[in-house]
Nanobody, 118 residues
């Protein structure tokens, strides 16, 4: 069955780091643009990063640029989101999808919770 599973979320103190993983099952992630999105309580889901299938070019929202890094490991069929210098505004459910920066009708994972708090 084709699906995506995110993992790596958790509770972290301000200034800390987390690495999220997006694993693909039943299909090859590198054949698709893969985006990371997040949704905080009461807010709309927003695209924060994307890696393109054609050339691995990367894109970031201004809110995370310079702090987050997206990457692929094709051998593991996984896309990562390294998140550094986390702050409470980064608290949200983080999703991985075969959409890039804008919510579309791609394949979505179930999300992983990231909470930044002291």
């Amino acid at each position: 069955q084709v699906h995506i599973v995110e993992s790596g979320g958790g509770l972290v103190q301000p200034g800390g780091s987390l690495r999220l993983s997006c694993a693909g099952f039943g299909f090859t992630l590198s054949d698709y643009n893969i985006g990371w999105f997040r949704q905080a309580p009461g807010q709309e889901r927003e695209g924060i990063s994307c890696i393109k299938s054609i050339d691995d070019s990367t894109y970031y929202a201004n809110s995370v640029k310079g702090r987050f890094t997206i990457s692929r490991d094709n051998a593991k069929n996984t896309v990562y989101l390294q998140m550094n210098s986390l702050n409470p505004d980064d608290t949200a459910v983080y999703y991985c999808a075969t959409d890039c920066m804008e919510v579309g009708d791609g394949l979505w994972g179930q999300g992983t919770q990231v909470t930044v708090s002291s």
